[in-house]
């Protein structure tokens, strides 16, 4: 059965600084790869996807995630945070052939001015 | 603009009372979800249907019910038998069967709280 871990429940980081948010799945099968952001009481928005192909996947608002498969993670990344960044960030995982998603735990990205 | 709509945004329920969320999609996808998110816990499946007058239990099924009799709606009833059922709950959509690549799409949420 598939499973995504999110590591960091909380993340702080000063604006302008770089971030990384990590993800590490598992699955005996080929997956595909999601990061979604959820902003205070609303639904999820999809920041990008890793279906197949180059393992570097570039999405919107600056965010990049690199699929590395030798050690199942998708860690998402941004050179330069805004405040407009603070939100709740989703790792999830779908296995080839399979209609369900399975979320990590989320991990929420503050912002230090 | 296509989206789902979720309705309503908040809802309150006493004990022993069955309420119905509402999820409308005009993206003409043919699979539907339902998630329940709780703090620290992330997006838990509920149930999820691919077709019209068909679906399954995800998850976390119990306490829960669902119909699927138009391709656009996909209400979920919380019933009596759910013991804990305040949380935020997440209506997504995709374009379904065969398509696990595409991305789902979510509403903006009903949050239920118990009176």
């Known amino acids: 059965a598939q499973s995504v871990t999110q590591l960091d429940s909380q993340v702080p980081v000063f604006e302008e600084a770089p971030v990384e948010l990590r993800c590490n799945y598992s699955s005996s099968v080929s997956v595909y790869l999601f990061w979604y952001v959820q902003y205070p009481n609303q639904g999820l928005q999809l920041l990008l996807k890793?279906?197949?192909?180059?393992?570097l996947v570039k999405g919107i608002n600056g965010f990049e995630a690199e699929f590395n498969k030798s050690q199942t993670s998708f860690h998402l990344r941004k050179p330069s945070v805004h405040i407009s960044d603070t939100a709740e960030y989703f790792c999830a995982v779908s296995e080839w052939g399979n209609e369900k998603l399975t979320f990590g735990t989320g991990t929420r990205l503050t912002i230090i001015p | 603009d296509g989206g789902i709509t979720q309705s309503p945004k908040y809802l309150f329920r006493k004990e022993g009372q069955n309420v119905t969320l509402s999820c409308e999609q005009n993206l003409n996808h043919d699979a539907m979800y339902w998630y329940r998110q709780d703090p620290g816990q992330g997006l838990r499946l509920i149930y999820y249907s691919q077709i019209v007058n068909d679906f399954q239990k995800g998850d976390i099924a119990e306490g829960y019910s669902v119909s699927r009799e138009k391709k656009e709606s996909f209400p979920l009833t919380v019933t009596s038998a759910q013991k804990n059922p305040t949380a935020f709950y997440l209506c997504?959509?995709?374009?379904?069967?065969?398509?696990?690549?595409?991305?789902?799409?979510f509403g903006d949420g009903t949050r239920l709280s118990i009176l």
């Open positions: 890793y279906l197949s192909g180059s393992t």
């Open positions: 997504a959509s995709s374009r379904g069967t065969g398509g696990s690549y595409q991305p789902q799409h």
